[in-house]
C-alpha cells in the first residue's frame, strides 16, 4: 500500500473509494493507527479508524499542523 498525500487521500475518501480505514492506513500514520489499533486490543475498521483520525486530529490541531487542517476539512 503506497502513502499518498493527505489531500488525495482525503478525495479519494469524499468520491467513495477509500473508507476511513484505508484513509489511516494509507496515510503518514498507518504505522501510529496500527499500533494504536493493538493497544486497544480491536482489529483496524472504518469506526475505529474515523475515531483514531479524529483524536489524532484533535491532539495536532493545537499544533497548527498542516494534516490537521486538510483532515478537518474532510470530515465537514
Known sequence: M?????????QLKQDGKIGWCELALRSDHGTAYLQWCDDHGVEPDDNNAE???EETESRIYDDGNEFADAFAEAIV
Do not use: D, S, V
Not at 503506497?2 to 482525503?10: A, D, F, Q, R, S
Open 2 to 10: 503506497k502513502n499518498n498525500t493527505i489531500e488525495e487521500l482525503i
Open 51 to 53: 475515531l483514531y483520525l
